[in-house]
């Protein structure tokens, strides 16, 4: 890994760092505790269970695997965002690689659903066990209603967002600490079953083939927890020399993410057993109980509901400014791109994710909107693994960051293969995922039909 140097012959340009009318004010530090609050979440809160159904006790292993597969691909957004510190993000890089505006779209607007489905996923988790701690309720009401209360914060401004983002990221941390604590103390005490974790389960019992299907498809829903380094990059033109900063802070919060996870996907192995932790919602909640430790139940699932929160209240707002950008751009129609007067919220964009999200977590689980969140990005990190290769032709005024060439070889893959139906995930996935672009492209064609109609008039 090595930095381009910058030679006589480049020139300044529009893709210089300094060259943006936004005010950079995140600094290293700042960015790396942004990364690592926009991975943890829902991913590692809910679909812990879900993950170790589909592998068995060594649910460390797909935790692991994606941690590399997410290293893979980071490198390839290092490279990319400081050759190009613009916030635009993966449909930037995909349209200066191959030109194509409908593949652009695609990609920006799949980026789009993802973060509709994360958000979809979180809202499930919060109506689970975790909530059943305190009140039992129907559980799609609740996610319906999160939802509700989630755009109504959104609308009330972005300042409000991300002052609640900063609380409820200390919370999130807090309790996987909560988790790695507990598992020192089950060791220390003799507690748990070490044999556990090497245990391997395939769906129908089999072996080969089918061992390494459930592996695969435990890594592709187990990627879902990795998400959310995608989106820093959109943060590029308000950091501090963001092409000498963006890699350390990307590779330093999906280093400590991948850390925590693997250590909790350990503990929970090793305290409870997959058929348990895949009967429940709240499968951290099940390690708190068998634990040992006289941590309050009830505290720890509120810590639980505070993360889901988060990762919700992030991906609603990712979303909605995606919509925003792709309306005032032309890709979407203009009506989407409609800013609430008194608060200056993207309405019409906040109101349009927030009814998709509605429609997933009416049709969806957490495992099935979990995997689709996961399907989606990986078709996403595909492209973008391709297209920092195809990049290289274009030189730019500055030093930046340039990784090996194998690295994103084997992202792109490596997304590819968990993307494929050899990761053994269920055919909704693939139906939902289809229906959202589907939703996308019709929007893409009436919009360019409402242009045309309109310079012919």
């Not at 058929?275 to 720890?300: D, I």
């Amino acid at each position: 890994m090595q930095a381009t140097p910058r030679t006589p012959e480049d020139s300044d340009g529009p893709d210089a760092p300094d060259s943006t009318p936004l005010k950079r004010a995140i600094s290293p530090r700042l960015l790396a505790l942004f990364i690592v609050g926009d991975i943890l979440g829902t991913g590692i809160y809910a679909t812990t269970g879900k993950v170790a159904g589909k592998v068995g006790g060594a649910l460390w292993v797909p935790f692991a695997i994606g941690f590399v597969v997410a290293l893979l691909t980071a490198a390839s957004y290092a490279e990319l965002v400081g050759k190009y510190p613009k916030a635009a993000g993966a449909a930037l890089y995909t349209q200066r690689a191959f030109r194509m505006p409908f593949l652009t779209f695609i990609v920006a607007f799949m980026v789009m659903c993802s973060g509709l489905a994360s958000a979809s996923a979180a809202a499930r988790a919060f109506g689970g066990d975790y909530l059943r701690e305190f009140v039992d309720v129907p559980p799609t009401l609740v996610a319906i209603l999160f939802i509700v209360l989630l755009a109504l914060l959104n609308l009330r401004g972005v300042s409000e967002s991300v002052k609640t983002n900063v609380v409820l990221t200390v919370v999130e941390v807090t309790g996987l600490l909560v988790i790695i604590g507990i598992g020192v103390y089950a060791v220390l005490s003799g507690n748990g079953e070490p044999a556990r974790l090497t245990e391997f389960h395939a769906a129908d019992g089999g072996t080969g083939y089918a061992l390494l299907t459930s592996v695969l498809g435990a890594t592709a829903l187990g990627f879902f927890a990795f998400v959310g380094f995608e989106d820093s990059v959109n943060m590029a033109e308000e950091t501090q020399n963001p092409s000498r900063t963006f890699p350390r802070a990307l590779f330093l919060g999906v280093a400590v993410t991948g850390t925590l996870y693997v250590l909790v996907a350990l503990v929970s192995s090793l305290l409870v057993d997959h058929r348990k932790l895949e009967a429940s919602s709240g499968p951290l909640l099940e390690v708190v109980k068998a634990g040992g430790v006289a941590f309050p139940p009830e505290l720890f699932a509120l810590i639980a509901l505070f993360a889901v929160s988060n990762s919700a209240l992030i991906n609603l707002m990712m979303a909605s400014r995606l919509c925003y950008g792709m309306a005032n751009e032309g890709i979407l129609p203009g009506a989407v791109g409609k800013v609430l007067p008194a608060r200056r919220t993207p309405v019409v964009g906040i109101v349009f994710v927030s009814l998709l999200a509605i429609g997933l977590v009416s049709t969806g689980e957490i495992e099935g909107l979990g995997d689709t969140t996961a399907f989606l990005l990986l078709c996403v990190f595909t492209v973008v693994n391709v297209a920092v290769l195809v990049l290289r032709r274009d030189r730019v005024g500055h030093a930046h960051f340039r990784t090996p060439t194998a690295l994103p070889v084997l992202g792109a893959v490596t997304a590819l293969i968990l993307a494929s139906p050899l990761a053994d995930r269920a055919a909704d996935v693939y139906i939902r995922a289809g229906v959202l672009v589907l939703i996308g492209v019709a929007l893409w064609a009436v919009n360019r039909f409402a242009m045309r109609a309109a310079r012919e008039r």
